[in-house]
């Protein structure tokens, strides 16, 4: 039974290295498996540190971990060396995982590569020292070691991992900057001139429009429990492992949890019973469909729980188009998307096992002609609508997140390239575009420039791009510089997610958008989107009820009193959240889904305007 699923942990992995072609040093093998085993841990981390004992020193943790791999391997010249100078660089306590610290480990490790400790050796130190250094709990660093280390072998390839690189995934960007390969690809464009920019005009007053629902970010868990803890010190709580919730710890609530928690069943099946009582034109869905439990998964899990999902979907939605985007956490390990430049070990399309099952599931209501692409590298291009071609883009692929892009930085799987003959042919038939896609940007920089030219070529032919992953309500505008006078060309809609997972701090509720389209006049249709309405469930309200009922959270016209939802009128809305206290307040209490109330001040203001505009080369 479908509503049974319980997606089972994953086998131990056991980190081995066989002989790889290459010039690769034994020295090299271990230090690019200890620097990418403490990488993984952080990849599987929740963005705070949980504070833990340190009554054990990290020499008796590292030993505990090792167990008798350890043999005659003197630990202890290393653990306490380690530990006296990571307390100094703390000022004489451990005050949790800061830039120098992490520096002052990596630099140490080298002392360990140039011994003779074992692969499990240099293992069990990974784990010891996630302990010790509080970047997660013992049970979630453990796992999180065995879910990273099958990636190792295919990234030492490329010698990607540095201290830089760590410290930047472990601490952030005011630490250090990733080492991205430098990229010797461009795009080709045709000769065509680009034509003259040409704002879209909203259609006139009364016109009829067609109706899309907007879903982003399920991030379905099979395993949360009502009345479980809610805070239970871990990346994801609410779920049966944790147990239940203590006297004095908050509790799993049965629809949701406004913790660090996912999405219940029960609550995505009302969520799609509910809506699929209503109807629509397109349904469109930017992906994120496992849960944030990143430090436990496997292949087979990823597919189970996708399938489940778009089993589900296509029981409510069997006659209505459903149009993915692939999300990052849909990759195994998360975020890490491997080109399909090869992997020559093992598969031409080492990602074959997950783009294959979407796109046999996908092409439920998609044409058997993406099933191509999608089996590439999880993108397509379908006329949806008669005049109306929407292209969807496997976003991963431009994140730094993503490991092997930062080996590999191309263009993977030719998406961009493909990309650009899909908008060609799209301009040359005058017909209108959609962008969706998962993430709101691209963060690898030669990558994102790319990209960012091939939304400057064909802007004039983009109504909208539609997209998710933040699990809060935006809304994106980008310029052209290139244009006299830098104008707006281009609008971008952040779907606020399903999931109520959000940060330590809070979570959120539950929301959508339904998005009226200029779609019902023909030839004249520019399939912009004319307005929408955002729509969320009180999850304090569903738990005093014991029911959930959706509720209209905000019409974007009237909430923000706009003429239209053209990129110029979103501008003219930016401009005055700087000077207009209430209308930025109002803004941000939408972003976060009508959950919690935050006073936005000028220097928040001026930060929601920054994120909100984005500018394309400006040659």
Not at 40 to 66: C, N, T, Y
Request: glycine letters at 6%.
């Amino acid at each position: 039974q479908v509503d049974s699923v319980r997606i089972q942990p994953p086998i131990s992995l056991c980190i081995c290295l066989p002989a790889i072609v290459g010039p690769i040093s034994g020295m090299m093998l271990r230090c690019g498996l200890s620097v990418l085993l403490l990488a993984g841990v952080v990849a599987a981390r929740s963005p705070f540190l949980h504070p833990q004992s340190h009554d054990e020193s990290l020499e008796g943790i590292w030993l505990r971990h090792a167990g008798p791999v350890a043999g005659d391997f003197n630990m202890a010249k290393f653990a306490q060396r380690w530990e006296r100078d990571m307390k100094r660089a703390r000022g004489g306590r451990f005050e949790g995982l800061e830039c120098d610290t992490c520096k002052l480990f990596m630099y140490a490790l080298d002392d360990l590569i140039r011994s003779e400790a074992t692969n499990d050796v240099i293992n069990a130190a990974a784990v010891a020292v996630c302990i010790y250094m509080e970047i997660e709990d013992e049970r979630v660093c453990g796992m999180s070691v065995k879910e990273w280390g099958p990636t190792v072998e295919f990234l030492l390839e490329y010698d990607l991992f540095s201290v830089e690189d760590v410290c930047f995934d472990l601490v952030g960007p005011d630490c250090t900057q990733p080492k991205i390969h430098a990229a010797n690809w461009t795009l080709e464009f045709p000769s065509t001139p680009r034509p003259a920019y040409t704002p879209l005009e909203p259609p006139p007053a009364g016109t009829p429009t067609g109706r899309v629902l907007f879903l982003s970010d399920i991030h379905l868990d099979v395993y949360y429990e009502e009345g479980s803890n809610s805070v239970c010190g871990e990346p994801l709580c609410c779920r049966v492992a944790d147990g239940k919730a203590k006297h004095d710890q908050p509790k799993a609530w049965k629809f949701g949890s406004l913790y660090e928690c996912d999405t219940p069943v029960v609550s995505l099946k009302y969520v799609l019973e509910e809506l699929s009582q209503q109807q629509f034109d397109l349904v469109v869905f930017t992906g994120d469909v496992p849960p944030h439990d990143v430090y436990n998964q496997t292949q087979e899990s990823q597919i189970r729980i996708i399938s489940y999902v778009n089993e589900l979907m296509y029981t409510h939605f069997p006659d209505t188009p459903v149009l993915n985007a692939i999300g990052n956490h849909e990759a195994n390990p998360v975020n890490q998307f491997i080109p399909p430049f090869s992997d020559r070990h093992s598969s031409p399309n080492p990602m074959q096992w997950l783009y294959q099952v979407l796109a046999d599931q996908w092409t439920h209501w998609l044409p058997e002609s993406t099933l191509s692409t999608i089996a590439r590298g999880a993108f397509w291009s379908w006329e949806a609508l008669p005049g109306l071609q929407v292209i969807s883009i496997n976003s991963g692929y431009g994140q730094h997140e993503d490991w092997y892009m930062r080996a590999n930085n191309s263009d993977a799987a030719g998406m961009l390239q493909w990309m650009i003959g899909e908008l060609q042919a799209v301009e040359d038939s005058g017909k209108r575009a959609w962008i969706i896609s998962h993430h709101p940007e691209m963060g690898l920089g030669h990558y994102n420039e790319q990209f960012y030219k091939v939304l400057q070529r064909y802007s004039n032919s983009i109504s909208v791009w539609l997209n998710g992953h933040t699990h809060t309500d935006n809304t994106f505008i980008w310029y052209d510089p290139t244009y006299p006078g830098t104008p707006p060309v281009l609008i971008g809609h952040n779907c606020p997610g399903i999931t109520t997972f959000h940060d330590e701090n809070t979570g959120l509720n539950i929301g959508y958008h339904v998005l009226h389209v200029d779609s019902k006049r023909g030839a004249n249709s520019t399939f912009a989107v004319v307005d929408y309405d955002a729509f969320f469930l009180n999850l304090t309200k569903a738990e005093e009820v014991g029911a959930l009922q959706w509720e209209l959270e905000y019409n974007a016209k009237e909430a923000y009193d706009l003429p239209d939802l053209t990129p110029a009128s979103y501008s003219d809305l930016a401009d005055q959240f700087l000077v207009n206290e209430t209308l930025v307040n109002k803004y941000m209490y939408y972003k976060d889904k009508a959950t919690v109330f935050n006073f936005c001040d000028s220097a928040c203001a001026q930060n929601t305007v920054n994120y909100m505009k984005r500018y394309l080369p400006a040659n």
